[in-house]
C-alpha cells in the first residue's frame, strides 16, 4: 500500500505541472534596482504563457560598462519566485549552504534565513512556504526535477554523456559556468515559458536569486530568438543613462544573404553623456543609416533594413575601418575603429553593438549571431578613434 500511494503521489505531481522554488516576492524595494522595461523588440502584449510544448530562446548581451560580471535568474511576471541562477549550478546543491535565496529580497511574506517560518527547499534554498507535507515536498522536488532538467539541458558546452549524468547524480555542475561581462554575449538559454517576462541580474558564483542587482522586463514570443541587451550604467539611477534592459528579436539568413544589423548601446561611460543617433559604414558600403540610442537600426530602403533591424548587404571580407558617425544638427564626429576583417559571408549574420568607452570614445562589439545552446557567440572589441 505504501509503494502504492507513493505512486499516486508521484503521477498527481507530474500532472500538476506546477513550478516550486516558492519564497518571498522579489518586487522592488530598498535594496535592489525595480523593474525597468526597457524598449523591446519582441511581442509587444503578448500573455505569458507556461508549459511543455512552450518555449523561447534567448541570449544575455551585457553592455553596461560599469556593471561587471552577471548571472541571470527569470520568472514569468507577476510571479513571486525566480528560477535560477541560470549559467550557476550550486556546486554544493543539496547540502542546504547559500544565502537564503528570496527571502532576502524583501518581499511581504519574507523572514531572515533562519526563522521558523522559513523551510528549506529540496535544492538547499531556503523559502518562505509553510512547512510541507510529504505529498507536497514530493509534488515539489518533482516539479522542481523537471523544470531545472529542462533548463540545465540547454545551457552548457557538450560533455560527455556519462560524465553528465554523474554529475547530475551527484548534485554537481553540469558544464563550466557562464557569467557575462563588459562586451560579451552569452550561449543561447531556451526557457520553457514565453511572453513577458522578468529576468534579475545577480553576481557571479550566486547560489539563489535572493540579491538582484536589477531586475528589467521583457516581452519574448514563442518560439522565437532574442539578443537580450543590458543597457545604461549602473552607478546611474535615473535618466536615458540608467540601467535598463531591451530584447531584439534575432533573424536567420538566407543561405544566399548576409545580415547586419547594430544596436545603440552607447548610453554614457565615465561621466560622459549618451551619445546622439549615429550611423555606420565601412569604406562605402553603408551598413546602418539611423541607430538611435537604446534602439536597432531604424527601418530604410537603402540599404535595406527591415522591421528588426537587420540590413541586407554584401559579403564583406576584405580588411576596411567601420566608421561611426553622429547625425542631427551638432557638428559631426567620426570615430574610426582601424582596419578590421568583418568576415560577413552569405549566409551569415552579425550585431554590432556600439558601446561607450571612457574618455567620451566609442567602441564596437563586433559578435556573430550563432544559433547555438552550446557556445558564446564570436565577439570583437574594436575601439573607435
Known amino acids: 500500500m505504501r509503494r502504492s500511494f507513493a505512486a499516486l503521489l508521484l503521477l498527481t505531481s507530474a500532472a500538476a505541472g506546477g513550478c516550486s522554488n516558492q519564497g518571498a516576492a522579489a518586487d522592488a524595494s530598498a535594496d535592489y534596482r525595480g523593474v525597468q522595461p526597457g524598449p523591446e523588440a519582441g511581442g509587444g502584449d503578448a500573455e505569458p504563457e507556461g508549459g511543455p510544448e512552450i518555449s523561447t530562446t534567448l541570449r544575455l548581451a551585457n553592455m553596461s560598462p560599469d556593471l561587471g560580471q552577471v548571472d541571470?535568474?527569470?520568472?514569468?511576471?507577476?510571479?513571486?519566485?525566480?528560477?535560477?541562477?541560470?549559467d550557476v549550478t550550486p556546486p554544493d546543491a543539496g547540502t542546504g549552504a547559500g544565502d537564503a535565496g528570496l527571502a532576502d529580497a524583501g518581499g511581504d511574506g519574507g523572514g531572515e534565513a533562519g526563522e521558523a517560518s522559513s523551510d528549506a527547499a529540496p535544492?538547499?534554498?531556503?523559502?518562505?512556504?509553510?512547512?510541507?507535507?510529504?505529498?507536497?515536498?514530493?509534488?515539489?522536488?518533482?516539479?522542481?526535477?523537471?523544470?531545472?532538467?529542462?533548463?540545465?539541458?540547454?545551457?552548457?558546452a557538450p560533455a560527455e554523456p556519462d560524465a553528465e549524468a554523474d554529475a547530475a547524480t551527484e548534485g554537481g555542475p553540469v558544464g563550466p559556468p557562464v557569467q557575462v561581462g563588459f562586451a560579451a554575449v552569452s550561449p543561447q538559454v531556451q526557457l520553457p515559458a514565453a511572453g513577458t517576462l522578468d529576468l534579475a541580474l545577480v553576481a557571479p558564483n550566486q547560489l539563489s536569486c535572493g540579491k538582484p542587482l536589477f531586475i528589467g522586463r521583457v516581452t519574448l514570443d514563442a518560439g522565437k530568438s532574442y539578443t537580450v541587451t543590458i543597457l545604461g550604467l549602473a552607478a546611474v539611477e535615473a535618466g536615458p543613462s540608467a540601467l535598463s534592459m531591451a530584447a531584439f528579436t534575432d533573424e536567420?539568413?538566407?543561405?544566399?544573404?548576409?545580415?547586419?544589423?547594430?544596436?545603440?548601446?552607447?548610453?554614457?561611460?565615465?561621466?560622459?553623456?549618451?551619445?546622439?543617433?549615429?550611423?555606420?559604414?565601412?569604406?562605402?558600403?553603408?551598413?546602418?543609416?539611423?541607430?538611435?540610442?537604446?534602439?536597432?537600426?531604424?527601418?530604410?530602403?537603402?540599404?535595406?533594413?527591415?522591421?528588426?533591424?537587420?540590413?541586407?548587404?554584401?559579403?564583406?571580407?576584405?580588411?576596411?575601418?567601420?566608421?561611426i558617425d553622429t547625425l542631427g544638427d551638432g557638428a559631426t564626429r567620426i570615430w574610426d575603429t582601424g582596419f578590421v576583417s568583418p568576415d560577413v559571408r552569405a549566409g551569415s549574420a552579425h550585431t554590432g553593438f556600439i558601446v561607450s568607452l571612457p574618455q567620451d570614445a566609442l567602441g564596437l562589439v563586433w559578435c556573430g549571431d550563432v544559433a547555438s545552446i552550446a557556445s558564446a557567440s564570436s565577439c570583437e572589441l574594436l575601439t573607435g578613434r
Do not use: K, N
Open 72 to 86: 541571470f535568474c527569470w520568472r514569468v511576471a507577476g510571479a513571486s519566485a525566480f528560477t535560477g541562477p541560470v
Open 123 to 156: 535544492d538547499g534554498s531556503v523559502t518562505d512556504a509553510p512547512a510541507e507535507t510529504a505529498a507536497d515536498a514530493m509534488s515539489d522536488a518533482l516539479a522542481d526535477a523537471i523544470v531545472d532538467g529542462a533548463i540545465d539541458a540547454t545551457l552548457d
Open 252 to 323: 536567420m539568413p538566407a543561405a544566399q544573404t548576409a545580415l547586419v544589423r547594430f544596436i545603440h548601446a552607447a548610453l554614457g561611460a565615465d561621466g560622459t553623456p549618451p551619445a546622439p543617433s549615429l550611423s555606420v559604414r565601412m569604406g562605402q558600403t553603408v551598413l546602418a543609416p539611423e541607430v538611435d540610442p537604446a534602439s536597432v537600426t531604424s527601418p530604410s530602403t537603402t540599404p535595406p533594413v527591415d522591421s528588426l533591424g537587420y540590413a541586407t548587404v554584401s559579403p564583406l571580407t576584405a580588411a576596411a575601418p567601420f566608421e
